[in-house]
T-cell receptor
Framework: EAQVTQNPRYLITVTGKKLTVTCSQN?????MSWYRQDPGLGLRQIYY???????DKGDVPEGYKVSRKEKRNFPLILESPSPNQTSLYFC????????????FGPGTRLTVT | AQKITQTQPGMFVQEKEAVTLDCTYD???????LFWYKQPSSGEMIFLIY??????QNATEGRYSLNFQKARKSANLVISASQLGDSAMYFC??????????FGAGTRLTVKP
């Protein structure tokens, strides 16, 4: 089954404790991205990657890191999480740019206390 | 930078009637892409329809159609024959030449039986 998976789905952590949210797709997509969703703001793009070893900042990259060492994986790293990073996070992938729609993972709900 | 505006935080529609969800975009790019996604209460993001700025015909996908008016910079989603399962959050999304993906704040649609 073609899908984007994220782990964990739910995470409660404390300020400053490094964490990684994994994202993997099995569709051989070139383009992957991370978003955060906050009430009243829609989804905002954090980082995106157009191919292996190519990553770019989105709208709200501060406090986040990403890497794209393999085509299928695009982990999101929070080196020192803070309470304002409490949010719902989505990973997405697509064949490319232009008209290709993105396939979204199920979301990761992160709470930083 | 592009901007996507959805002015209707919430909408109600009677089952079997049509409903229009508004979206306006603001960009200086000549080539531009617009997507609509649906997010049910379960949280997943579901792609509905795409319209490219150079497409001459309005996009249609089953009960979904996109009323694209370039001069007004609007890309409204029309859902015909509403069903109870259409109750969800709907997001208008723009993609510009810099591959920036910008979501509107969303419209929550409630279909009444």
């Amino acid at each position: 089954e073609a899908q984007v998976t994220q782990n964990p789905r739910y995470l409660i952590t404390v300020t400053g404790k490094k964490l990684t949210v994994t994202c993997s797709q099995n569709m051989n997509h070139e383009y992957m991205s991370w978003y955060r969703q906050d009430p009243g703001l829609g989804l905002r793009q954090i980082y995106y990657s157009m191919n292996v070893e190519v990553t770019d900042k989105g709208d709200v990259p501060e406090g986040y890191k990403v890497s794209r060492k393999e085509k299928r994986n695009f982990p999101l790293i929070l080196e020192s999480p803070s309470p304002n990073q409490t949010s719902l996070y989505f990973c997405a992938s697509s064949y490319g740019l232009g008209s290709y729609e993105q396939y979204f993972g199920p979301g990761t709900r992160l709470t930083v206390t | 930078a592009q901007k996507i505006t959805q002015t209707q935080p919430g909408m109600f529609v009677q089952e079997k009637e049509a409903v229009t969800l508004d979206c306006t975009y603001d960009t200086s790019d000549q080539s531009y892409g617009l997507f609509w996604y649906k997010q049910p209460s379960s949280g997943e993001m579901i792609f509905l329809i795409y319209q490219g700025s150079y497409d001459e015909q309005n996009a249609t996908e089953g009960r979904y159609s996109l009323n694209f008016q370039k001069a007004r910079k609007s890309a409204n989603l029309v859902i015909s024959a509403s069903q109870l399962g259409d109750s969800a959050m709907y997001f208008c999304v723009g993609r510009d030449n810099n591959n920036d993906m910008r979501f509107g704040a969303g419209t929550r649609l409630t279909v009444k039986p």
